[in-house]
């Protein structure tokens, strides 16, 4: 069977990374790696042995998928040219920078009958996936997301940047539409947004509080879910998770562990089982746009609460 042509646009830190699990997977034939940066994308594709291009439109030619892994204001150009050449796409998140991009791609994507599909790498996590086959009704949705700072992400805000991870399992959980938004944030190292808190309110009634930093001195990723009868507590750093259950005027806890978990080398081979026409795209680019939306919604109530601030002063 003909192997899937493939290749990634970004041959940085993330790039990296998809490029090598990509080249792992049989089904896959690595072609080429692109960077503006000469030099990376030549020893990342020496590595993998595949061609380099700093061009990336060149290491389009002939492949059927890429992997889009350029920083945020680089997405929707790279994305709107793959599909306009029938090439299947995964785009790292954010999707785009506005709804108007995300909304061009979603219907260039569905007109020409290819795969968008956005990297919210998070959904892969087989601790994550393990806490969502155990909700039916949740209430309350906890998540804090730390990272040690690193220059390199600082092109988006924290919003855009981590929060937007847990806006989407946010969002998968709740699975209903979102009624109020109410966030604070603050620059720390950048000129814009490092640490932020959002409070998302569904009309489900389930409430979700998020928080994101990106100046913290070790990374954190731990989720809290509780709806009636069960809570479920989420270190997806460790990958690990504790139950606590009320039975019978009891309390009942356990604990799973799901070590040596490779969530993007999952998410890799959803996407080239998707290009492949073996099953359907599990984040689809209408998830990465709602997702997008309310990141959007979370950086505009914290404009308006700083601006409030300056104001009173």
């Known amino acids: 069977m003909a192997k899937l042509r493939a290749a990634v646009i970004g041959a ?10 990509l080249a792992a997977l049989a089904e896959v034939e690595l072609v080429a790696v692109a960077d503006v940066d000469a030099a990376r994308a030549h020893a990342l594709g020496a590595e993998l042995g595949c061609a380099a291009h700093t061009d990336w439109q060149r290491a389009l030619e002939g492949v059927a998928a890429a992997v889009i892994a350029t920083p945020a204001d680089g997405h929707y150009a790279v994305a709107r040219e793959c599909l306009a050449r029938g090439v299947h796409v995964l785009v790292e998140k954010p999707i785009a920078r506005s ?18 599909q ?17 909700m039916d009704r949740p209430l309350y949705v906890e998540a804090e997301r730390l ?16 929060m937007i991870h847990d806006i989407d399992l946010a969002l998968a959980l709740a699975a209903s539409p979102v009624a109020a938004v109410s966030a604070a944030g603050f620059r720390v190292l950048t000129q814009d947004t490092d640490i932020a808190n959002a409070r998302l309110e569904f009309a489900s009634g389930c409430v979700a509080s998020l928080s994101a930093s990106r100046v913290s001195r070790a990374p954190v990723r731990k989720l809290r879910v509780f709806q009636p009868g ?6 997806l750093q460790a990958g690990r998770l504790r139950y606590v259950r009320e039975r ?18 999952a998410q890799a081979h959803a996407f080239v089982a998707a290009a492949l026409g073996r099953a ?3 984040v689809p680019g209408e998830a990465g746009r709602e997702a997008l939306a309310l990141a959007l919604a979370v950086g505009r109530a914290i404009a308006e609460r700083l601006a ?5 002063r």
């Open 308 to 312: 409030r601030v300056e104001g009173r």
């Open 99 to 116: 709804l108007d991009e995300a909304d061009a791609l979603i219907a260039a994507a569905r007109a020409a009958g290819l795969v968008l």
């Open 147 to 162: 990272a040690v700072f690193q220059p390199r992400g600082t092109d988006v805000d924290v919003v855009l940047d981590l």
């Open 118 to 134: 956005v990297g919210h790498v998070q959904r892969y996590d087989p601790a994550y996936r393990a806490l969502t086959a155990r």
């Open 230 to 235: 069960l809570y479920v507590s989420a270190d």
């Open 248 to 265: 019978e005027g009891r309390l009942e806890e356990s604990e799973e562990t799901y070590p040596g978990a490779d969530p993007l080398a």
């Open 280 to 282: 359907p795209v599990e």
């Open 12 to 21: 940085g830190h993330m790039g990296r990374y998809h490029a090598k699990k």
